[in-house]
């Protein structure tokens, strides 16, 4: 089973940019899937997460800009980030509970900036 985390790349203050992580492999079921990031000297912290049943938690500095959403039928998360800040610019990983056992993507880079 592996994640594969897209759509980082350069944004200005205020613009938008979707994170998508798709899940391959033989997969039986997906539980939790979440998004994580690590900004430079910082520790890896939740970002947002989305139960099996579609309930979803954020972390208090992207509430109301960031959505989590999920497509089972294509074993997928995103991860819509809307009204960008400089102090988003992280690496994002997305982190899935496939099969009953915790898996990390690799990252994809969200630089912020004018």
């Known amino acids: 089973v592996q994640l594969q985390a897209s759509g980082g790349g350069l944004v200005q203050p205020g613009g938008s940019l979707r994170l998508s992580c798709a899940a391959s492999?033989?997969?039986?079921?997906?539980?939790?899937l979440e998004w994580y990031r690590q900004a430079p000297g910082k520790l890896r912290e939740l970002v947002a997460s989305i139960s099996s049943g579609g309930s979803t938690n954020y972390a208090d500095s992207v509430e109301g800009r960031f959505t989590i959403a999920r497509n089972n039928a294509r074993n997928t998360v995103y991860l819509q980030m809307n009204s960008l800040k400089p102090e988003d610019t992280a690496v994002y990983y997305c982190?899935?509970?496939?099969?009953?056992?915790?898996?990390w993507g690799q990252g994809t880079l969200v630089t912020v900036s004018s």
């Open positions: 982190k899935a509970e496939v099969n009953s056992i915790w898996r």
């Open positions: 492999g033989s997969i039986f079921s997906i539980n939790i």
